[in-house]
C-alpha cells in the first residue's frame, strides 16, 4: 500500500473540512465563481508552501475564513475597474445559494442573492459569518481584524437593509 | 442575541456546494508546490535555480526573453565587427579619421617650419619676492602707493610713461613703478 505523505494528508482533510465553508464565504463575497476558484487555488497553495502558517492558529476554521477575507479583499481592489464592470452593466453573477423547487422558496433566495449584492462588501462579510457560519462578534472580529462593536454595528446595518429590501416578499410568502 | 424570524429564514437558505470537480485540481496544484514535493525533487542547487526560476523568471517569462533575445542580437552584431576588423577590413568612419589625423600632422608640420620649434619644456615657476620687514614695508608701501596714484594721473593728463615694474608682496599693496618716456 503506498504511503500517504503526511502533506497531502493534512491538505485534503484541510479541503475536506473547510472548502466548502470558504467557497460559500467567497462566492459570497465576490459574486463570481472563478474568483472564487482562483481564491481557493490561491489560498490552498499559500498553505502547500508555508503549512508553518496553520501552526499557530487556534481555531482554524477562523482563520482560513480570515485568510480567505484578506485574499478576497486584495483581489477586490486589484479587480476593482472589473467589480464596477460587473455592477454597472449586470454581468451574469453566480448565487451563492442552491436552486429550490419551490417557487417561493427560489424567488425568496434570487431576491436574497440579490440583495446581498447590494450590501457593501464589509457588511455583506459580517452578514455571511454571522447567519451561515454562526460565528460570535468576537470571532468575526478576529477574524475580520476589527472591533467587535464594529462587527455588531455592521451586522445591524446589513440585516436591516437586507429586511428593508426582501420585506415584500418575506411577508407574501411567510 | 436572539435570533429573530427573519434572521432563522435567512440561516435556512442553503448555500450552493463547491464543485466536485475542484477537489482534485486544487489539491493536486497545490501539491505541487509544498516544499516536501520540491526538496524530494532536487537537491539543494537544483532546488535554489527552481526557486529562481518560479519567483523571478516565470512571473515576467516574456520580458526575461526579450531581454535574452535582445543580448543575443547585441552579442552577435558585435561578434560580427571583430571578425570584420580581424579580417583587415577598415570602417569607412575609420578611414576618414586617419585621414583628418594625417592632415592635422601636417599643418602642425607647416605651423613648426615657419614660427620655429616651440618650446614644450614645462614654464619656469615665478619668483615670489621675500616681503620686507614691517617696519619698511610700511613707510615704503605708503610712498610708493603715492607715487603710483601721482603717475597714473600724470597718464590720464596726457603724458606717457611706461610701467616699470608691478609688484605685489600683499595683495593690500600694489607697487607701479613708472618712468616717464
Not at chain 1, 500500500?1 to 482533510?13: S, V
Not at chain 2, 620655429?116 to 619698511?136: F, M, N, Q, V, W
Request: glycine letters at 4%.
Amino acid at each position: 500500500m503506498q504511503k500517504r505523505m503526511p502533506g497531502r494528508l493534512d491538505l485534503q482533510q484541510l479541503y475536506d473540512e473547510h472548502a466548502q465553508a470558504l467557497f460559500a464565504f467567497l462566492m459570497n463575497f465576490t459574486r463570481d465563481q472563478h474568483d472564487t476558484r482562483d481564491l481557493l487555488q490561491e489560498i490552498f497553495i499559500k498553505l502547500a508552501r508555508q503549512p508553518s502558517l496553520l501552526s499557530g492558529a487556534r481555531d482554524l476554521r477562523a482563520f482560513l475564513l480570515r485568510l480567505a477575507h484578506n485574499s478576497a479583499v486584495d483581489l477586490m481592489r486589484r479587480r476593482g475597474a472589473r467589480g464596477k464592470y460587473h455592477e454597472q452593466f449586470g454581468v451574469e453573477q453566480f448565487s451563492a445559494f442552491n436552486a429550490d423547487n419551490n417557487p417561493d422558496e427560489r424567488a425568496f433566495r434570487e431576491a436574497l442573492s440579490t440583495a446581498l449584492g447590494e450590501l457593501p462588501e464589509d457588511q455583506r462579510a459580517v452578514v455571511h459569518l454571522k447567519i451561515w457560519e454562526n460565528l460570535t462578534f468576537e470571532q468575526i472580529a478576529q477574524t475580520l481584524d476589527i472591533p467587535p462593536n464594529t462587527a455588531a454595528s455592521r451586522y445591524r446595518y446589513g440585516l436591516d437593509k437586507l429586511r428593508t429590501l426582501l420585506r415584500p416578499l418575506y411577508d407574501e410568502i411567510k | 442575541m436572539n435570533m429573530d424570524d427573519f434572521e432563522k429564514k435567512l440561516q435556512r437558505q442553503t448555500l450552493r456546494q463547491i464543485p466536485s470537480d475542484w477537489r482534485e485540481a486544487i489539491l493536486q496544484t497545490a501539491q505541487e508546490r509544498t516544499p516536501a514535493t520540491v526538496q524530494r525533487l532536487a537537491p539543494m542547487l537544483i532546488r535554489a535555480v527552481l526557486i529562481a526560476w518560479r519567483e523571478l523568471v516565470q512571473p515576467c517569462r516574456y520580458a526575461w526573453f526579450g531581454m535574452a533575445a535582445l543580448w543575443l542580437i547585441f552579442w552577435m552584431v558585435n561578434a560580427h565587427t571583430q571578425l570584420a576588423d580581424s579580417a583587415g577590413w577598415v570602417a569607412p568612419s575609420t578611414r576618414v579619421a586617419s585621414e583628418r589625423i594625417r592632415f592635422l600632422k601636417d599643418q602642425r608640420q607647416v605651423l613648426v617650419e615657419l614660427t620655429g620649434p616651440i618650446d614644450l619644456s614645462p614654464a619656469e615657476p615665478t619668483r615670489r619676492t621675500l616681503p620686507k620687514p614691517r617696519t619698511d614695508r610700511g613707510a615704503s608701501g605708503h610712498n610708493q602707493v603715492g607715487m603710483a596714484r601721482c603717475a597714473v594721473r600724470a597718464a590720464f593728463s596726457g603724458s606717457t610713461y611706461a610701467v616699470l615694474r608691478t609688484t605685489a608682496p600683499h595683495p593690500a599693496q600694489l607697487i607701479i613703478e613708472f618712468q616717464r618716456c
